[in-house]
């Protein structure tokens, strides 16, 4: 099982419309998470931490559910400039902490 | 603005080349990373530094070295380039209280022949 997985889509919506992406991950002792948003021919760009609480940044919530051992990142109200690449981070504990990305997810919005 | 910057969009060497990726940062960050992105592999991290003369191995590390000699300059070096190191190459840095990339470079395509 890889560390970190995410269903790479695309998923496919039409402005408006709420969507919302999973990432699993498998080390249990994982500490800190995050997401990631990747434009077309562009460098990641840090979206948002994910804390255990869950929190809101806008139309973009984040939550964490340890016990399932993933995150999720859901966003309302579908702009048409949502359309990326949207990565989970997870930092593992333990020694070093090492940031691993997932794959990433697609993401088209339509008019 | 914050910046990050890395020497070359686009490069391309030979097999069996030593070949040198650099990357300058503005921001007196402690922590810099280098990733290598691949279609359908994602991210991965090579190495990353916390400070000046520190590295740290990340998840592909194999093929490849670093430098940190001062604290706005980490290098990647490919002791001797082979085709599956053709990729694109992105570094990033961060500040100490923050272990993840936080501002990338826009990144080098590297085509080995």
């Known amino acids: 099982r890889k560390e970190v997985e995410q269903d790479p889509g695309p998923f496919n919506v039409p402005e408006g419309a709420t969507v919302a992406f999973n990432c699993t991950y498998s080390?249990?002792?994982?500490?800190?998470f995050f997401w990631y948003r990747q434009d077309c021919r562009k460098e990641p760009k840090l979206l948002m931490s994910?804390?255990?609480s869950g929190n809101e940044d806008g139309r973009f919530t984040a939550q964490l559910n340890r016990a399932s051992q993933y995150i999720s990142l859901l966003i309302r109200d579908s702009k048409l400039s949502d359309s990326a690449t949207y990565l989970c981070v997870v930092i593992r504990s333990g020694g070093s902490y090492i940031p691993t990305f997932g794959r990433g997810t697609s993401l088209i919005v339509h008019p | 603005d914050v910046k990050v910057t890395q020497s070359s969009r686009y490069l391309v060497k030979r097999t069996g080349e030593k070949v040198f990726l650099e990357c300058v940062q503005d921001m007196d960050h402690e922590n810099m990373f280098w990733y290598r992105q691949d279609p359908g592999l994602g991210l991965r991290l090579i190495y990353f530094s916390y400070d000046v003369k520190m590295k740290e191995k990340g998840d592909i590390p194999e093929g490849y070295s670093v430098s940190r000699e001062k604290k706005e300059r980490f290098s990647l070096i490919l002791e001797s380039a082979s085709t599956n190191q053709t990729s694109m190459y992105l570094c990033?840095?961060?500040?100490?209280?923050?272990?993840?990339?936080?501002?990338f470079g826009d990144g080098t395509r590297l085509s080995i022949l």
């Open positions: 994910v804390y255990s």
């Open positions: 990033a840095s961060s500040p100490p209280d923050r272990p993840l990339p936080q501002h």
């Open positions: 080390n249990s002792a994982s500490q800190s």
